[in-house]
């Protein structure tokens, strides 16, 4: 039977929500715009007249089954949000636009929250450490060997194997003041009471050069390619050229009092030095020879600079502790000498790491509670405390691939913490290593 078609009536309402009579289905030249399709008009206004009728057949099947032909898989009830409404105007048709809705996202972020273990995951005995704060007896080189200096012998410690070694000191009644590797893994510094700096091939059990020129013990060491650099308590701070006869290329003169502390930037251009006198000194050191002068000499602290330590994400930006008087950290833009944030840690700071993978640092301390602190960067939120030695953390080091953090204290124990993550950035490669030291495999030291 034949549909009667059905015949539109547009409808007025007034404002004050009666309704009129319904208006003349039509005039003799005024058409009636209810019964009109205005989307069918425009599309024959504008379509192409040309197009062949194959390609119009073809697309009129295309479109036919793509909005009429129901898929398999298709639900009936939607769950998910409706489409964004049309932005073309007032008169579009909603077949006339695709609207991209419900965009792939990827799975919820959930929000957590690293625990550290409180607890030493190892405990070593270290019998005749020295309890002294201005001295440096403990690192730890890529290769996981451990250097640990005990009153006159210093020991290697194998992390991997467990296997303990004893460099054969030519003067064992002669204290060991400071200990630190050069970044080829094998050569150890090591500073005396005897003001003298030796050279030690730890491969060989051997040592191969002895370095002079201070009047008084050498409490902090530091390399820098083939430069090492000895801190005093003759309060003098000397760069020594391994390679060559006449070592002794560079002296560093501010502090008027025992040089602690010593730390190379990561690019070698500046070096940060603390004292006993409660400076903090940054040098610029890329081509330094002879007499140098600091180019910033900084005295926010009111105690003695130990703990220094420049900052693996950003350039320039140095952190330091100061002690039992001052108990506060302090980062510093060594671009130009400003403060740019500080915390009170409560109590003496020994000593100061920052994590290789995350905004991150550990410092150690002294009285009260003898802890290590984990600290994020830059909101300064303390994430953990961790307890266990029962005198000041004067010496700690990172592992290799900087997730454990070793430290020493007078309670002659060393004990290794797991602090740090790797979920921020991945260890360099063996590889990334070995091209980072080549330059020190070929070095000669006389």
Same mark, same amino acid.
């Given at each position: 039977?034949?549909?009667?078609?059905?015949?539109?009536?547009c409808?007025n309402?007034?404002?004050?929500?009666?309704? !009129?009579?319904d208006?003349?289905?039509?005039?003799?030249?005024i058409?009636?715009r209810?019964?009109?399709?205005?989307?069918?008009?425009?599309?024959?206004?504008?379509?192409?007249?040309n197009?062949?009728?194959?390609? /119009?057949?073809?697309?009129?099947r295309?479109?036919?089954?793509?909005?009429?032909?129901a898929?398999?898989?298709?639900?009936?009830?939607?769950?998910?949000?409706k489409?964004?409404?049309?932005?073309?105007?007032a008169?579009?048709?909603a077949?006339?636009? #695709?609207?991209?809705?419900n965009?792939?996202?990827?799975?919820?972020?959930?929000?957590?929250?690293?625990?550290?273990?409180?607890?030493?995951?190892?405990? #070593?005995?270290?019998?005749?450490?020295v309890?002294?704060?201005?001295?440096?007896?403990l690192?730890?080189?890529?290769?996981?060997?451990?250097?640990?200096?005990?009153?006159?012998?210093?020991?290697?410690?194998?992390?991997?194997?467990?296997?303990v070694?004893?460099?054969?000191?030519?003067?064992?009644?002669?204290p060991?003041?400071?200990?630190n590797?050069?970044?080829?893994?094998?050569?150890?510094?090591?500073?005396?009471?005897?003001?003298?700096?030796?050279?030690?091939?730890?491969?060989? !059990?051997? /040592?191969v /050069?002895?370095? @002079?020129?201070?009047?008084? @013990?050498v409490?902090c060491?530091?390399?820098?390619?083939?430069?090492?650099?000895?801190?005093?308590?003759?309060?003098?701070?000397?760069?020594?050229?391994?390679?060559v006869?006449?070592?002794?290329?560079?002296?560093?003169?501010?502090?008027?009092q025992?040089?602690?502390?010593?730390?190379?930037?990561? &690019?070698?251009?500046?070096?940060?030095?603390?004292?006993?006198?409660?400076?903090?000194?940054?040098?610029?050191?890329?081509?330094?020879?002879?007499?140098?002068?600091?180019?910033?000499?900084?005295?926010?602290?009111?105690?003695?600079?130990?703990?220094?330590?420049?900052?693996?994400?950003q350039?320039n930006l140095?952190a330091?502790g100061?002690?039992?008087?001052?108990?506060?950290?302090?980062?510093?833009?060594?671009?130009?000498?400003?403060?740019?944030?500080?915390?009170?840690?409560?109590?003496?700071?020994c000593?100061?790491?920052?994590?290789?993978?995350s905004?991150?640092?550990?410092?150690?301390?002294?009285?009260t &509670?003898?802890?290590?602190?984990?600290w994020?960067?830059?909101?300064?939120?303390?994430?953990?405390d961790?307890k266990?030695?029962?005198?000041?953390?004067?010496?700690?080091?990172?592992?290799?691939?900087?997730?454990?953090?070793?430290?020493?204290a007078?309670?002659?124990t060393?004990r290794?913490?797991?602090?740090f993550?790797?979920?921020?950035?991945?260890?360099?490669?063996?590889?990334?290593?070995?091209?980072?030291?080549?330059?020190? @495999?070929?070095?000669?030291? /006389?």
């Amino acid at each position: 039977m034949p549909s009667t078609p059905i015949k539109p009536v547009c409808t007025n309402t007034s404002m004050s929500g009666g309704h !009129q009579k319904d208006t003349p289905k039509a005039d003799r030249f005024i058409p009636n715009r209810c019964a009109m399709d205005l989307d069918i008009c425009n599309y024959n206004l504008v379509s192409k007249e040309n197009v062949p009728q194959e390609h /119009r057949t073809e697309y009129s099947r295309n479109l036919a089954r793509q909005l009429f032909t129901a898929d398999e898989d298709a639900k009936v009830l939607a769950f998910k949000q409706k489409p964004p409404a049309p932005t073309g105007g007032a008169h579009l048709n909603a077949l006339r636009m #695709l609207h991209q809705q419900n965009k792939k996202e990827g799975p919820p972020k959930v929000k957590t929250t690293r625990v550290i273990c409180p607890t030493a995951e190892k405990i #070593l005995d270290a019998p005749d450490m020295v309890d002294d704060y201005y001295l440096n007896l403990l690192d730890w080189t890529y290769t996981d060997l451990i250097a640990v200096a005990l009153n006159t012998k210093v020991y290697l410690w194998n992390a991997t194997s467990g296997d303990v070694q004893q460099l054969q000191m030519e003067n064992d009644e002669v204290p060991i003041t400071s200990v630190n590797w050069a970044g080829d893994g094998t050569t150890l510094a090591v500073g005396t009471d005897d003001c003298t700096v030796q050279l030690w091939d730890c491969a060989r !059990q051997k /040592r191969v /050069r002895t370095l @002079r020129g201070h009047s008084a @013990r050498v409490s902090c060491l530091a390399w820098n390619n083939h430069v090492v650099s000895s801190g005093s308590r003759d309060t003098m701070i000397y760069s020594h050229d391994v390679r060559v006869r006449d070592h002794k290329i560079a002296s560093l003169a501010c502090h008027t009092q025992e040089v602690c502390g010593l730390k190379y930037s990561l &690019d070698g251009t500046q070096l940060a030095s603390g004292g006993n006198d409660n400076k903090l000194c940054i040098w610029d050191v890329a081509g330094a020879r002879g007499n140098v002068t600091p180019r910033f000499e900084l005295l926010s602290h009111t105690a003695a600079v130990k703990a220094l330590g420049w900052a693996p994400f950003q350039k320039n930006l140095l952190a330091s502790g100061g002690g039992t008087q001052d108990r506060t950290i302090r980062f510093w833009n060594t671009s130009t000498g400003e403060c740019v944030n500080s915390i009170d840690a409560g109590s003496q700071v020994c000593s100061l790491l920052w994590s290789r993978h995350s905004r991150e640092l550990v410092t150690s301390h002294g009285f009260t &509670d003898f802890q290590l602190s984990v600290w994020k960067y830059p909101s300064l939120a303390r994430i953990a405390d961790l307890k266990g030695h029962e005198s000041r953390v004067l010496y700690t080091a990172l592992s290799p691939d900087g997730k454990m953090v070793v430290s020493a204290a007078g309670d002659e124990t060393i004990r290794f913490w797991k602090v740090f993550d790797q979920e921020a950035k991945k260890v360099s490669s063996k590889r990334d290593r070995e091209e980072a030291v080549s330059s020190l @495999r070929g070095i000669n030291i /006389r």
